[in-house]
């Protein structure tokens, strides 16, 4: 991308492969960067590596990440950890629940127990600071974003998008659909690993009670 | 060390916050680089003020940010000409200046560009979080508080001995860029530059963009015919990493330059900002015209290279 970066491809797909191989190669790199790299950036299928341009050649780059990725079969991944996350479904605290459950034509209970069944792969950390996008959600609760996405969604809130689901750490804008609501901290800049969850992590949501409407 | 209280913010103008070159390293965890947004003009302010180019700054925007001086300091305001004054005299721009206590600068609006960068000997006095000095907007952490600047904060600066010895130093005046409407910023195609028809790609590098007033530090958005993508794709792509000068084009066709607060998206990006154009991204106004031109990677290079080497003529005079 431009004069500074690489954008690293590993597969067309969002598939817990494809992120393994971004993550092995984040890992790799991590670990012996090349010279020259500034920041690297993971996303569901792609790996932005963004160097100085003046320091190291694009070709130079190219060679040194063509080798770490022949080499990252061979690297393990760490441990990935298992969170759970207590979440008020509904309400105030989900204002799209009853309209997404209407448009998937159940009732809201079945949108929180298969939103509450699956254990979700955290994707890739983005959009804010500890913004986990995760997946993949049931195929009977893939529902558009919002037409008009809001301009303030509270910090906490648990949305869902296609086959997405994520958790805004602090209040920004945001149109995926709210379902719920945790208060669990997703992000401290002050935290030796400021984000509470990490690409690869697994996530499984906990209905700590559905709010009466 | 503690800090030297320096300056009260008597009015923090249209939006003024505390930044220095950025936060890199952190992208992984959704964070930004954030980061002043003209860096050539901050590397230069600093400089003239002997500090480390990377010390932290006050970046102000279009107009009205005036502060008091509580104590004696070295400063220099680079950037967009924002009429600096000292009181009622003009600062000039691009040197350093002793400003004694009791005095105000005052930014009274743009007669070009659209940021002016403060610096002050020893640097603004902001706690390192995540490797930068700089405000992280989205999050609320780095710079002053986290925050914009507001009314009656006071900025402290780092101590330095017998700052006066960098007072009255000038940048040479050749060098300092020219910022003025229309703007040609010069791109690499890519890395989605094959999602859009030939006739998308040939408005983008052909047509003159407007610059509209919802523009803000996360991103440009321009205003003009409509850049098409190939047909029967989606509006959006697969969420991946993105950087500043990044120019991503959503589904209504009008490009948008992405600047420092965003970490990852998922809109296809036609064309990115070469590393040479980027300080200017930090002065386009709201109205402004903006062209593309599409150079080679060697041309990028050669530019970036032409920067630094106006950085390094310039630090080789002040030894």
Known sequence: MGDRSLLVELGDTISPDVNRRVQRLMLQLQQAPPPGVREIAPGYRSLLVVYDPLSTAFAELTERIAEASVQQGLAGLPQAKLLTVPVFYGGNYGPDLEEVAGRLGIPADEVIRLHTETIYRVYMIGFTPGYPYMGELPAALAVPRRSTPRTRVPKGSVGIAQRQTGIYPVESPGGWQIIGWTPIELFDPSRQLPSLLEMGDRVKFEAVRQVEI | MAGVNTFEVLSPGIMSTVQDLGRFGCARFGVAASGALDGFAVRVGNLLVGNDENAAVVETTLMGLRVKVLRDAVVAVTGGDLQARKGSEPLAMWRSHLVGEGETIVFSGPASGFRAYLAVAGGIQAAVVMGSRSTNLSSGFGGFEGRPLRKGDILAVEPVQDAVRFAGRGFTPAAVP??????????????????????????????????????????????????????????????????????????????????????????????????????????????????????????????????????????????
């Open chain 2, 178 to 319: 020219a910022y003025a409407s229309p703007w040609c910023l010069r791109v690499i195609w890519g890395p989605q530059d094959d999602h859009f028809s030939e006739a998308g790609k040939q408005t983008f590098v052909s047509a003159a963009f407007t610059v509209s007033p919802d523009s803000d530090r996360t991103g440009i958005r321009l205003k003009g015919p409509v850049v098409a993508r190939r047909p029967a794709l989606e509006e959006s792509i697969i969420s991946e990493g993105i950087l500043s000068g990044a120019i991503q084009v959503p589904g209504d066709g009008q490009p948008i330059i992405i600047l420092g607060e965003t970490a990852s998206g998922g809109y296809r990006k036609i064309a990115t900002v070469i590393s040479a154009d980027l300080p200017l991204l930090g002065q386009i106004t709201p109205g402004d015209e903006v062209a593309f031109e599409a150079v080679s990677m060697d041309e990028a290079v050669q530019a970036l290279r032409e920067m630094e080497n106006r950085i390094d003529t310039f630090k080789r005079g002040l030894k």
